[in-house]
């Protein structure tokens, strides 16, 4: 995954709460057998109508997303946080988020940031006011800030995790920064013990 230092966007507003992970991408868009290509698919049954927000000139090209509260509820999916960032979103605010969507979304560098609520309904009112309004997630930092509103926000993200965004560390990133303490394991193995080759 690509290093995530900040984000500084245009946003979305959705307006809905416990948005399920079969809403973000319906499992009829589930039959891929790669990981592109879902955007296609994000929120397709809303996206029929045409007052959908997705479907309004307006927002075209954001890549923040500010949401209600329980977003990615539901199943475990990871299609959900895919079809997210293969539509170009590389941030989602929410006041909170489903644990397993959250650990899918940090995996592939997705950046979901907790914010109350009051804070939330202040950026979401802001950029249904002014579709041009500008959003730093700043993951460095762990700040959202919105300098037309003079809104500066503090957001959770655990030193691992930060660490992780910071260095674009996916799951087989932090195995390959051990790889040579792997090497030498592999090497002070017994002969008759199975290998993966």
């Given amino acids: 995954m690509q290093a995530v230092r900040e984000v500084v966007a245009r946003a979305v507003p959705l307006d809905r709460s ?8 319906p499992s009829d868009w589930l039959k891929r057998v790669e990981r592109t290509g879902f955007g296609e698919g994000l929120f397709s049954e809303w ?16 890549q923040i997303l500010v949401a209600g509260p329980n977003f990615g509820t539901g199943s475990s999916r990871e299609h959900a946080v895919w079809a997210l960032e293969d539509y170009g979103f590389r941030a989602v605010i929410s006041p909170r988020f489903a644990d ?8 592939i560098g997705l950046v979901p940031v907790e914010l109350p609520q009051d804070v939330v309904t202040r950026i979401m009112q802001a950029v249904e006011d002014d579709p041009s309004l500008e959003i730093v997630v700043d993951v460095v930092d762990r700040r959202v800030a919105v300098p037309a509103i003079d809104l500066d926000e503090p957001f959770v993200l655990d030193d691992h995790t930060h660490h992780r965004l910071l260095n674009g560390l996916d799951d087989v990133g932090l195995s390959l920064q051990h790889e040579d ?9 017994p002969s008759w013990a199975p290998r993966v080759t």
């Fill in 18 to 25: 416990d948005v399920d992970t079969d809403q973000i991408i």
């Fill in 47 to 62: 996206r029929e109508r045409s007052d959908f927000v997705l479907n309004q000139d307006r927002y075209r090209d954001a």
């Fill in 100 to 107: 397993i969507f959250r650990n899918n979304a940090l995996k």
């Fill in 181 to 189: 303490e792997i090497a030498g394991y592999e090497q002070s193995r």
